[in-house]
């Protein structure tokens, strides 16, 4: 990512910070709606869920500029949500489900520009925690 990308995710999530319980209900309700097949894997109390999906990714975004500190953190994550039942393929809808709400939550301030580097750091973060998660189903696709 450049610098103004993380600049533009940084001072967009700041704007969502204040709001993050209501944008938590906003994404898990965009999520069950084009993924119902994901709801399963939702089995606690989803208000705590979303306070802990808020706080994670306020920590990434606070931890883009030394991404070698979050990421041995997220490849942990992605490992424990193997035993939850996620797989490879589930990152894709929870990305467009978080670019959507973010669309929303932001409206006219989430510029295309902004769009971009959500979609960038997304996929990035996305990308170390497949791999972390499914190094066999990596390996075999290589």
Do not use: C
Request: aromatic share 10%.
């Amino acid at each position: 990512m450049t610098p103004d990308q993380i600049q533009l995710v940084q001072s967009s999530f700041s704007r969502v910070a204040p709001i993050a319980e209501d944008a938590a209900a906003i994404f898990y309700g965009r999520l069950f709606e084009t993924s119902p097949e994901l709801k399963p894997l939702f089995k606690g109390d989803l208000f705590k869920q979303g306070r802990k999906l808020m706080t994670t990714l306020g920590v990434v975004v606070n931890g883009l500029k030394n991404l070698d500190a979050i990421l041995p953190v997220a490849r942990e994550l992605a490992v424990r949500h193997v035993d939850y039942g996620v797989r490879a393929e589930d990152y894709r809808p929870v990305g467009e489900a978080l670019i959507w709400t973010l669309e929303k939550g932001l409206g006219d301030a989430f510029t295309e520009e902004t769009k971009q580097a959500w979609i960038t750091a997304y996929g990035a973060l996305s990308t170390v925690m497949i791999e972390a998660a499914y190094p066999d189903a990596v390996s075999a696709a290589d």
